[in-house]
């Protein structure tokens, strides 16, 4: 019944499709005695995954997770491919994702560096996102492997937000960062192979 606030709410609640080409991050809502709820409006029909990432009081993080089906017309899933081109331009910003090494088992830095896509200049005021410069989820291909990666310096406000993570296992990664900028959240996918 009892739960600890983390980076300003009590749950995230992170929810995508089987293929992970949709992804939302939530904030249910408590209703005590234990329970949250949301609404939620899924896209198309199949299969999603949600993933509850809570703390409760006085403990360390747990996250669950649950598969739910969702009637109504699929759409076409696409198999997931390692990005070539490690930059993407999203809401105007153009965001490059850079890394030492992916490597299972060993900690790994991961940078994202923002800037204006009309004037290439870095951008250094991004606003706190729940309490930090950004947050990152990586979910393995397989959607097994969750990781809710907090920022290493969670005063910085741009160009560069890096999150130090450990990938589990070697494999194909989705990520997907989330920053504020001028009262908007971006979200900015990648996908990844770790060896």
Known sequence: KD?????????HLIVVSKDLSYFDHLHP???????FTIALN??????YKLYADYVLKGASKVVKNHTVTVEGEKVQTTP??????????????EITLSFDELKAGTDVT?????????????ITNLQPYLGAVGHVVIISENTDEYLHVH??????KGPDA?????FPK??????WGQFQHEGKVITVPFVVKVS
């Not at 809502?29 to 329970?35: A, F, R, S, V, W």
């Not at 899924?42 to 299969?47: K, R, S």
């Not at 997931?80 to 910003?93: A, F, H, Q, S, Y």
């Open 29 to 35: 809502e408590y209703k005590g005695d234990g329970l």
């Open 170 to 175: 070697s494999g194909i990664y989705k990520i």
């Open 42 to 47: 899924f896209p198309a029909g199949g299969e």
């Open 3 to 11: 739960f600890d606030i983390q980076h300003e709410k009590l749950m």
């Open 162 to 166: 890096k999150f130090m993570t450990k």
């Open 110 to 122: 991961l940078n994202f560096n923002i800037k204006d896509q009309k004037t290439g200049q870095p």
């Open 151 to 156: 920022p290493m310096d969670e005063k910085a």
């Open 80 to 93: 997931l491919k390692p990005d070539e081109n490690l930059t993407k331009i999203v809401e105007g910003k």
